[in-house]
């Protein structure tokens, strides 16, 4: 990963200084929380794979970088509203937003960032990316939607869960990717090859955030271990071993996550579960399966540098412990 970094460590001081520029305001609130969210230790996953696409599509301009900072800017605007929908303390081992500065706060710039983001999308001077970034936010947002209507619900399968990871996460990494696409003007088959391996790579990336929400150090995670669990989210890990329980560890998972407080001999019950069931591995391999096909979908382009960058940001998604 390291490689990656030093890559594009130019490109990303620049989406870096976007940031800042983007977030003037004459509301100081909105520059506080907005940088107090930015510089709290994100991974930038989703600017470097744009950058990174770029370079692949051989893109000489400087629009990826205004574009970089956007697909961030949408990101961090939904990590601010799910912290509040979902009462999150702690977000990237600090303390979250709206716990700092309140839900109303949490919100509204939020949507600060969201109209911004708007405002950055015009300068592409392209129509068909513009309708990409508008039609993946409303994706995302039907994606939480979805969660939010399947919190709780026991009778949650792969096929329903894969269906809001896909809205919820995926959609955006793959936005990020099919962009540098339009932006170089390649051809319709690189340019849906992109997205793919945007898909594959985003549905890995929340499958093994899932995953390490039950076997994660919270210091190293950057958030409370079962969280999830918390909530009432039906993920891979306890999907996996839900579905291969008997009917009392089936009536006591039902107890656990329609309680209104998570026990912590509760979940370590669920925790013991999952591992017993082979939970976190099933989640683990199927990230993995994902990998695989998102390379797959590079076989398209010529070998270079970039590409190797990318295979080696796919490996990361599936190695990393936070």
Request: some cysteine; aromatic content about 6%; overall charge negative.
């Amino acid at each position: 990963m390291e490689t990656v970094i030093a890559l594009l460590k130019d490109e990303m001081q620049a989406v870096e200084s976007q940031f800042k520029k983007n977030l003037a305001s004459d509301v100081k609130l909105v520059s506080q929380v907005g940088d107090y969210v930015l510089s709290s230790g994100g991974k930038r996953i989703r600017p470097m794979l744009l950058l990174l696409c770029a370079r692949l599509c051989r893109y000489n301009g400087d629009k990826h970088i205004e574009l970089a900072g956007v697909v961030e800017f949408i990101h961090t605007a939904t990590l601010l509203h799910d912290d509040v929908v979902d009462s999150a303390n702690l977000r990237r081992g600090n303390r979250s937003a709206n716990s700092v500065w309140g839900n109303q706060a949490s919100v509204l710039v939020g949507d600060f960032l969201f109209a911004k983001s708007f405002s950055v999308m015009v300068g592409s001077e392209s129509l068909k990316i513009l309708q990409i970034l508008s039609d993946t936010t409303t994706q995302l947002a039907e994606g939480e939607i979805l969660q939010l209507i399947n919190t709780c619900d026991l009778d949650v399968d792969e096929p329903r869960y894969l269906q809001v990871v896909r809205d919820k996460t995926a959609i955006l990494i793959a936005a990020a990717c099919q962009v540098a696409g339009v932006l170089a003007g390649v051809d319709e088959n690189q340019e849906m090859a992109l997205r793919e391996f945007g898909l594959e790579i985003g549905t890995a990336f929340q499958l093994m955030d899932d995953a390490l929400d039950y076997v994660a150090d919270e210091e190293d995670f950057g958030k409370e271990k079962g969280h999830d669990l918390f909530e009432g989210k039906m993920t891979l890990p306890l999907i996996h071993a839900y579905s291969d329980s008997t009917e009392l560890e089936r009536v006591e998972i039902s107890r656990i996550i329609e309680a209104e407080e998570l026990a912590n001999e509760d979940l370590d019950y669920i925790c013991a579960l999952i591992d017993e069931k082979g939970g976190i591995n099933y989640t683990r391999q199927k990230a993995t399966e994902r990998i695989e096909r998102a390379k797959q979908q590079l076989s398209i382009f010529s070998d270079c540098e970039a590409r190797q960058a990318l295979f080696t940001l796919a490996d990361y998604v599936v190695s990393r412990n936070k």
